[in-house]
């Protein structure tokens, strides 16, 4: 299903935001709307919450489109991609949609649970990265652009007896972030990472954990949960030439010094 607007030419181009209904992607979506970007948001299931950042998108000045895309279909994501160009020329990729899963030890999961993981996480993230760079590259007559990967602290940390496969696909997407930023550095794609770490959205409730935000917050040197406003702001600042032009294969850490 698409949703949106049509015509008229883009300011700074189009931001595609996977997973821009809910959480750290709407947050930044809008955020990306304000700073004069027209916006392809993609979603799963929750139609309601994607019109909704639509409405607040379009309050900023800017024009939207939501698509109920699943990243980890390649069919999903051409569609997704065909509805940005008819918006206008994609200078931004913010690859955010992820997923966690119920906490277990890696003995204990499922292969069902593995390949889901992975192929939305890390499989997702790629399908929409090389549909990114085929737009934004001038390899094949682009004019540039910025991609930016949401990772996680879980990257680094692990998450032991909690989720080593959610982890691990971010171990991927920072090894990605460092390779694809290399490869097409001379393409005028600049590619980073946010690797957020307890931030208060909704994931922790698909995860089984709806108070883990609260929980274990307190327990970064900071002394709280980050928000999706705090993830929104650096990805904002690496999607912007004028701030960031010198900036890529970076990995930046927003998880209160944890
Ligand atoms: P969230 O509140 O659960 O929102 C997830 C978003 O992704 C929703 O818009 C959801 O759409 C969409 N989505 C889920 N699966 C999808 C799929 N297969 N295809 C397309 N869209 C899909 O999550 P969040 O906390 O904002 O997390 C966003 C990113 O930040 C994720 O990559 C996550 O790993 C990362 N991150 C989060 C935290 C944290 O503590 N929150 C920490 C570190 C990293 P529907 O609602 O329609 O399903």
């Known amino acids: 299903m698409t949703v949106g607007a049509e015509s008229l030419p883009?300011?700074?181009?189009?931001?595609v935001v996977t997973g821009g209904s809910r959480g750290i992607g709407a947050t930044t979506a809008v955020e990306l709307a304000r700073n004069g970007w027209d916006v392809c948001l993609s979603y799963r299931t929750d139609d309601e919450a994607a019109a909704g950042v639509l409405a607040r998108c379009e309050a900023a000045g800017a024009r939207a489109v939501a698509v109920r895309a699943d990243v980890s279909s390649s069919a999903d994501v051409t569609a997704l991609f065909a509805a940005a160009d008819r918006l206008g020329p994609v200078s931004v990729l913010v690859n955010n949609a992820g997923i966690v899963d119920r906490r277990a030890r890696v003995d204990e999961m499922s292969p069902e649970r593995l390949e889901r993981?992975?192929?939305?996480?890390?499989v997702g993230a790629f399908l929409c990265a090389g549909a990114a760079v085929?737009?934004?590259?001038?390899?094949?007559?682009?004019?540039?652009g910025a991609i930016v990967n949401v990772s996680s602290a879980a990257s680094r940390l692990g998450s032991p007896g909690e989720y080593v496969d959610y982890a691990a696909?971010?171990?991927?997407?920072?090894?990605?972030t460092i390779g694809l930023a290399k490869e097409v550095a001379a393409e005028g794609i600049r590619v980073n990472a946010v690797r957020p770490g307890i931030i208060d959205?909704?994931?922790?409730?698909s995860g089984g954990q709806p108070?883990?935000?609260?929980?274990?917050?307190?327990?970064a040197p900071l002394g709280r949960a980050g928000t999706p406003a705090e993830v929104a702001a650096a990805i904002l600042w690496f999607c912007l030439p004028e701030s960031s032009s010198y900036a890529t294969a970076a990995l930046l850490d927003l998880s209160g010094g944890r």
């Not at 993981?117 to 890390?122: D, G, I, P, R, T």
């Open 211 to 219: 108070d883990r935000a609260a929980q274990v917050g307190p327990s």
């Open 134 to 144: 085929r737009r934004m590259s001038t390899r094949y007559g682009g004019t540039g």
């Open 10 to 15: 883009a300011q700074r181009g189009v931001a």
């Open 117 to 122: 993981m992975l192929a939305v996480n890390v």
């Open 169 to 176: 696909s971010k171990g991927a997407i920072d090894t990605m």
């Open 201 to 205: 959205t909704e994931i922790h409730a």
